[in-house]
T-cell receptor, first 117, second 111 residues
Framework: GAVVSQHPSWVICKSGTSVKIECRSL??????MFWYRQFPKQSLMLMAT?????????EQGVEKDKFLINHASLTLSTLTVTSAHPEDSSFYIC?????????????FGPGTRLTVL | QKEVEQDPGPLSVPEGAIVSLNCTYS??????FMWYRQYSRKGPELLMY????GNKEDGRFTAQVDKSSKYISLFIRDSQPSDSATYLC???????????FGSGTKLNVKP
């Protein structure tokens, strides 16, 4: 159990286009989902936290209008990178939170590698 | 000063060795401590989850938290080549709160 999927696993796009990444919790309902970005040989940097049915909370320095997050249901959150530029090329990873046995846990998706030409 | 400090390595050990991975942190309010394993080009996988101080063992893995020293460790016994990955420590103030990640330690277990 506790499987989180992401789609697509990799995407290449032209500068100026928008890219949507989906994050799904396949076998549990996630009250909270998180979006991270990871540059090569660096750690994960939290971009935003989203709760189903409410607006996402963005970390300082993350542009809300550029990285649109929609948490439409308890099993699906989407991240749209608008007007992508080469500096947005990165590994984007989502995680989904659930409560089990009185313990709250985060489970990570496999990540989406975005390359902007 | 970073919230969480972790030696990036790489750390290279022979198969069967005991591996010690460590993180230090600056915020004494952290309560939840996690260790994740990340293979190249994959998402992190949760290995160990500890609340507050103490030890936790799961198979070949042991997690230790010393809140007085603001120091956490992950020990891997009888290390295997399949353990070769980047190990990330993470901590948070409370559940579903922001996770603070270390930079990750790259481990290579040689056959």
């Amino acid at each position: 159990g506790a499987v989180v999927s992401q789609h697509p696993s990799w995407v290449i796009c032209k500068s100026g286009t928008s890219v949507k990444i989906e994050c799904r919790s396949l076998d549990f309902q996630a009250t909270t989902m998180f979006w991270y970005r990871q540059f090569p040989k660096q750690s994960l940097m939290l971009m935003a936290t989203s709760n189903e049915g409410s607006k996402a909370t963005y970390e300082q320095g993350v542009e809300k209008d550029k990285f649109l997050i929609n948490h439409a249901s308890l099993t699906l959150s989407t991240l749209t990178v608008t007007s992508a530029h080469p500096e947005d090329s990165s590994f984007y990873i989502c995680s989904a939170g659930r409560t089990s046995g009185g313990k709250d846990e985060q489970f990570f998706g496999p990540g989406t590698r975005l390359t902007v030409l | 000063q970073k919230e969480v400090e972790q030696d990036p390595g790489p750390l290279s050990v022979p198969e069967g060795a005991i591996v010690s991975l460590n993180c230090t942190y600056s915020n004494s309010a952290f309560q939840y401590f996690m260790w994740y394993r990340q293979y190249s080009r994959k998402g992190p996988e949760l290995l160990m989850y500890t609340y507050s101080s103490g030890n936790k063992e799961d198979g070949r893995f042991t997690a230790q938290v010393d809140k007085s020293s603001k120091y956490i460790s992950l020990f891997i016994r009888d290390s295997q080549p399949s353990d070769s990955a980047t190990y990330l420590c993470a901590m948070s103030l409370y559940n579903f709160n922001k996770f603070y990640f270390g930079s990750g330690t790259k481990l290579n277990v040689k056959p």
